[in-house]
């Protein structure tokens, strides 16, 4: 039994948007995925940092949800800047179940428990995106902060999509509210080709960060603890 965690695999069996325009490091990206998946147990659980389809509705994406859940493993997923698929909690879990989806659920307002840690998550925010867009920042710190207080004290692994800080940049909202609570570990994709150059790891303010995009960890998800 081990927590893994991969983020932007960026799957698209339905929708033509392969990510092997994008170059070598993507070639045959989908049988890679489908290879380093194959060795993980119905007892692990894998969170998939989001971007996970590139499918524009729930009935485009849901290729790759059946996809990934031919995959034994507890699956949880946080929303990417991409997932144009996403809904509401009660519309995602009403569609899983509907087509027979049993291993995938959401991070979302909410937390997961792994033996003794929470896991927690949302997608974050890049304030550089859009520099009116100060309410969206707030609503995805609102989101964290509710995900984080929903771990009632436990020690927390936090995902997000968007990274908090890079090379020249700090999301000192995002990073505020990850100090002010028990997160050992804060993971994080988003940084793709020259961009995961600029990643930051290591620790920061008494948080341990990872970029865990998926053509950084050669589609490979990264072991996070038994």
Same mark, same amino acid.
């Given at each position: 039994m081990a927590l893994y965690a991969i983020g932007d695999l960026h799957l698209s069996l339905a929708?033509?948007?392969?990510?092997?325009?994008?170059?070598?490091?993507?070639?045959?990206?989908t049988a890679r995925i489908e290879a380093s998946l194959g060795t993980?147990?119905?007892?692990? /659980? $894998?969170?998939?940092?989001?971007d996970t389809s590139w499918g524009m509705s729930l009935e485009e994406a849901e290729a790759d949800f059946r996809f990934l859940d031919r995959f034994p493993c507890k699956k949880y997923l946080v929303k990417g800047n991409h997932d144009y698929w996403w809904n509401t909690a009660a519309k995602l879990h009403r569609f899983f179940d509907e087509k027979g989806i049993h291993t995938l659920e959401i991070l979302h307002n909410n937390c997961a428990i792994y033996?003794?840690?929470?896991?927690c998550g949302t997608r974050g925010w890049f304030l550089e995106e859009d520099a009116q867009n100060?309410? /969206? $920042?707030?609503?995805?710190v609102g989101r964290l902060e509710a995900s984080l207080k929903a771990a009632e004290g436990r020690p927390v692994y936090c995902f997000l999509h968007y990274p908090p800080l890079y090379q020249g940049y700090q999301c000192a909202e995002i990073l505020d509210v990850l100090e002010k609570y028990p997160v050992s570990?804060?993971?994080?994709?988003?940084?793709?080709g020259h961009a995961i150059h600029?990643?930051?790891e290591g620790e920061w303010g008494g948080v341990e960060f990872a970029l865990i995009s998926a053509d950084h960890?050669?589609?490979v998800p990264k072991k996070i603890c038994e």
């Open positions: 929708a033509d948007k392969s990510m092997e325009v994008f170059g070598p490091a993507w070639e045959n990206y993980l147990t119905a007892e692990d /659980v $894998l969170v998939l940092a989001g033996k003794d840690h929470a896991l100060q309410k /969206v $920042l707030n609503r995805e570990l804060c993971c994080y994709g988003h940084l793709h600029r990643r930051l960890l050669g589609f």
